[in-house]
């Protein structure tokens, strides 16, 4: 059997196994795995580990956010960033805007992508005008043709939508055999914070936290999965960022419940209190839900280590900082309700779960492969990836596992200005990183060109499909 590519002599790991072997890749596909294997192409991966590509479930990339306001990656630096951080797929969020089709949001997002991509990529939508039309036709049709996952917030004017109007798309995603990811975020207890702060006068980025509190995010997650329970969908809980958050999932799953949990770097790394730096440095911090303490830290490592979570993402929802499109624009410079939501991170996603997790002992390798690879494939329908398998795409990343890295925006690829991670120190790095069998990133450098990556569509999810009448 003629192989194009043998990754030779590394250690392969997947969600269940960890072994010695070589790799072996023709036509895009990993086609042999075992040892000896010859190609005309061989990457000696000698004391590296041979990793299934990250695939990040949760990026927004080139999304609408506001007037006048800008996100900082569009498909081309956005995917190449993720790409230098270990991740061969991403899954940005297409979003309708009120009164528009999704069939048009869908064009129009598509268009945005194309020929700009240096990873694979699949889309999920996010419903914000749940419409008859869109309820009993867009969708339907949408899922059979791959869109198998949408997402609807309880938070953000212009996209929150009320219990009635979840109800109805769930009930959706019931008949059609999709899967509904949930911010959960009560927006009128936020509004009634942020005006109690106002009236106090306290405007700083650090109100963005406290008008957010775990209360706010602990009662939206009980109510949607009490949604998801009465329509008998699975659904996934995304970005939980604390332990009474984590006890609804739990309590979810007792009563027998399909529900999927996720958390983010920012939880694990970041707290309220970078919120309240000075000159207002924090608005750089701003997300939601937001960063917590130390204690809810410990909760969502807690999750990581017992299974209440089943995906690590990024979340990454890149703003520059110091740019009148971007945090500092004229209203946010003025008050933390004018600063736009969101991190970068997914370039450092990877890197600082396995720095923080595999070589400080709170997860094991297999772990880490399923929470930042295999899951999400297996969550989403991407049926070929996030596996190193025969027949599976061969989309792999060869990691160092003893490189010595500071984090530094000046060495990432986003188009941000920054990163929320400055100056933390990882242990283990990607260092080759393979697309559908092509090599894109060699040794740290960039080889592969955009437009290389891939539009995948999915099935439906493993969960949704068994509920699907």
Known sequence: MT?????????????????????????GTIAQIGLGLEAAEVIDATGRLVLPGGIDSHVHISQPSG?????ADDFESGTRSALFGGNTTVLPFCLQAKGQSLRAALQDYHALAEGQCYTDHSFHLIVSDPTQAVLGQELPALVADGYTSFKVFMTYEGLRLNDAEILATMDTARRTGALVMVHCENEDAIRYLIGRQEAEGEVRPKAHATTRPVAVEREATHRALSLAEITEVPIVIVHVSNGAAMAEIASARARGQKVVGETCPQYLMLTAKDLDGMDWEGAKFVCSPPPRDEAEQEACWRGIETGVFDLFSSDH??????????????????SFRHIPN??????????ILFSEGVAKGRIDLSRFVALTATNHARTYGLERKGSIAIGMDADIAIWNPEAKRTIRHADLHDGADYSPYEGTEITGWPETVIVGGKVMVREGELIGAKGEGRYVPRSRSALAASAYP
Do not use: S
Request: charged share 30%.
């Open 3 to 27: 192989l194009d590519l043998v990754i030779r002599g590394g250690t392969v790991a997947t969600a269940a196994d960890v072994y010695r072997a070589d790799v072996g890749i023709r036509d």
């Open 67 to 71: 007037d006048g306001i800008v996100m």
């Open 317 to 334: 929802c890149p703003f520059r900082y110091d740019d009148p499109a971007g945090k500092l624009n004229p209203r946010g410079r003025t």
């Open 342 to 351: 969101g991190i970068p991170g997914v370039e450092t996603r990877l890197p």
